[in-house]
């Protein structure tokens, strides 16, 4: 049985922000944070690449109720992400059936890598990607991150991780439920920041959980995708999860989902 994520007033951040935060300090108004009427000191916002997040010292704002992200999310599956999933499904098919020949050709290893992520509110699901990996080096615990030059990427991997193609067998995963087309990327639940698990660098790091994890998501789009081998890698990523959740909205959807293709697919040459 999963635990679902609760805001606890009495958790702390178990390492100190080591930047400055970008905007001014803000009051507490009546009604302006629905889940967090009892935080009264503290209080301010940042900006995160565009998007305003609420934050009391520094820790995430609870803004919206599990009732509206809730609302959100049937919206998003059917404004976004049925529409988005069965057209992309379609017009990347011979795309998807050349890099599924290209890997099977490379070594004759299995083409789909599958790997156990947690979703929402913390249920564990099965993510699919094309195998970039020697069939050896796969690592179903997601605990041995990808690093720029990894000599355990094979070289077809490689181009279909720089494309992000090894991503696209994902669209099934939003298809059946288990992914949208943006959300925060789902974790594995050995997840490390700055080779600590995630959760005790940032105690409140299941804020994360309180929508369904994306294909692509607005840390992506904005620059933050690979390793979290430092603290203000993961730190940033978490940021930006943050403020879409806060924010979520089918518009900022798509907007995320044009980013991503603009800034990594077009101008990505990473791992």
Same mark, same amino acid.
């Given at each position: 049985m999963y635990?679902?994520?609760?805001?606890?007033?009495?958790?702390q951040p178990a390492a100190p922000l080591d930047r400055e935060i970008d905007g001014v300090k803000g009051a507490s108004g009546a009604g302006a944070y629905p889940e967090n009427k009892s935080v009264n000191?503290?209080?301010?916002?940042?900006?995160?690449s565009g998007i305003r997040s609420w934050w009391s010292g520094e820790r995430p704002l609870k803004v919206k109720s599990e009732a509206e992200l809730r609302a959100f999310m049937r919206r998003q599956r059917v404004f976004v992400d049925l529409p988005v999933a069965v057209l992309a499904a379609f017009a990347l098919?011979?795309?998807m059936a050349l890099a599924a020949i290209l890997i099977k050709l490379q070594d004759g290893g299995p083409i789909i890598f599958r790997q156990e992520r947690m979703g929402l509110d913390g249920k564990p699901f099965?993510?699919?990607?094309?195998?970039?990996m020697g069939v050896e080096h796969g690592d179903p615990t997601g605990r041995l991150q990808t690093l720029r030059n990894d000599t355990r990427v094979?070289?077809?991997?490689?181009?279909?991780?720089?494309?992000?193609?090894?991503?696209l067998p994902q669209l099934w995963n939003v298809l059946?439920?288990?992914?949208?087309?943006?959300?925060?990327?789902?974790m594995v639940a050995a997840q490390e920041i700055s080779g600590r698990p995630a959760r005790e660098v940032?105690?409140?790091?299941?804020?994360?959980?309180?929508?369904?994890?994306?294909?692509?998501g607005w840390a992506q789009a904005n620059g933050y995708r690979g390793p979290t081998t430092? =603290?203000?890698?993961? !730190?940033?990523? /978490?940021?930006?999860? *943050?403020?879409?959740?806060?924010?979520?909205?089918?518009?900022?959807? =798509?907007?995320?989902? !044009?980013?991503? /293709?603009?800034?990594? *697919?077009?101008?990505?040459?990473?791992?």
């Open positions: 635990q679902k994520f609760e805001f606890s007033a009495d958790r000191a503290g209080i301010h916002t940042k900006s995160i098919a011979p795309i099965e993510i699919l990607k094309f195998r970039s094979t070289a077809v991997g490689r181009l279909l991780r720089a494309t992000s193609i090894d991503e059946r439920g288990d992914l949208s087309m943006v959300g925060p990327r789902p940032i105690p409140d790091y299941d804020f994360r959980q309180q929508v369904r994890p994306g294909l692509t430092t =603290y203000n890698a993961g !730190l940033g990523r /978490f940021e930006h999860d *943050v403020a879409y959740i806060q924010s979520a909205s089918c518009l900022l959807d =798509y907007w995320t989902m !044009l980013l991503t /293709f603009v800034k990594q *697919v077009i101008m990505y040459t990473g791992t």
